[in-house]
């Protein structure tokens, strides 16, 4: 790690520049892939012009700093992340794609020092929510939009609404209680809270959408049950052999109600958040 980063975001960094971000690099295809329905709500929200400056906080692989630039084809759109893996294969598939303009910078968004007022657009796709300091973090942010520019997030609603999370959860819990974390402003899942950062932030005008997409996990059952296990099989680590094996059939049996013609689906729902800086 060569960026600076806030003592409050010290977990993230250990997570995301390790095992956290190698595993999101091995399967970046699939999370994109994943929450490919929620694109052009997010899009739509941004409003990229083709001049634009666009600053993509939590940018992981890159997919979104891409696409952004693509539409800002005469600006630019710089991605920032704190994952060294994530931003190597970034660069890498902006040169394979042949997008120039999309530039990726290892950074902690929390208190690096952007220009101010150097960027007309600023997103991110689920990339904002696991600030240690989100009140900081978000002055910080909007600090770096321009005078009239936008805010535009995707960011998750609360795992009741969304079928995958609070499905997957319970199955890998093994019968286990599962903690209720309550609702926190950085976690952006409560519209109230969320209003009141982005507010003493310095944004304005700042609007919840909700929108619901199915989710893709995978091809077939056995190709979305890999991945899954990958993802949440963790939560199974202090269970004997036999009670893994059981969690896994579950998960499995469960995929099966969700398989389709074009694949393993859940449903999912999400926030589309803009704001303006005045």
């Not at 049950?225 to 499995?252: K, N």
Request: hydrophobic share 40%.
């Amino acid at each position: 790690m060569t960026a600076t980063v806030d003592p409050s975001n010290s977990d993230q960094i250990a997570a995301w520049d390790g095992d956290q971000g190698a595993f999101w690099t091995k399967h970046a295809g699939r999370f994109n892939d994943g929450v490919a329905a929620y694109r052009d709500h997010f899009f739509s929200a941004a409003a990229i012009e083709p001049d634009a400056a666009v600053l993509d906080i939590g940018c992981g692989s890159g997919q979104s700093t891409r696409d952004a630039a693509r539409q800002a084809k005469d600006g630019s759109a710089l991605g920032v992340d704190l994952s060294a893996r994530m931003l190597d294969l970034a660069r890498e598939l902006a040169e394979r794609e042949d997008v120039p303009n999309a530039t990726f910078l290892q950074a902690d968004a929390q208190i690096h020092p952007f220009t101010e007022g150097g960027f007309d657009v600023v997103i991110s796709r689920h990339g904002t929510m696991f600030f240690g300091d989100p009140e900081a973090a978000f002055a910080n942010i909007a600090r770096a939009v321009r005078p009239g520019g936008r805010l535009a997030l995707l960011t998750w609603q609360p795992a009741r609404r969304n079928e995958w999370m609070s499905t997957f959860r319970t199955i890998f819990s093994a019968g286990r209680e599962q903690p209720t974390p309550a609702p926190r402003a950085g976690s952006l899942t409560d519209p109230d809270l969320t209003r009141e950062l982005l507010t003493s932030a310095g944004f304005t005008a700042v609007e919840l959408h909700p929108v619901s997409e199915p989710m893709y996990f995978g091809r077939d059952v056995e190709d979305a049950l890999e991945f899954i296990v990958d993802q949440f099989g963790w939560m199974t680590r202090d269970l004997s052999p036999e009670d893994r094996s059981r969690v896994v059939d579950e998960v499995r049996a469960d995929m099966r109600s969700h398989r389709t013609e074009h694949g393993v689906f859940y449903g999912s729902a999400a926030w589309i958040i803009q704001a303006r800086r005045p």
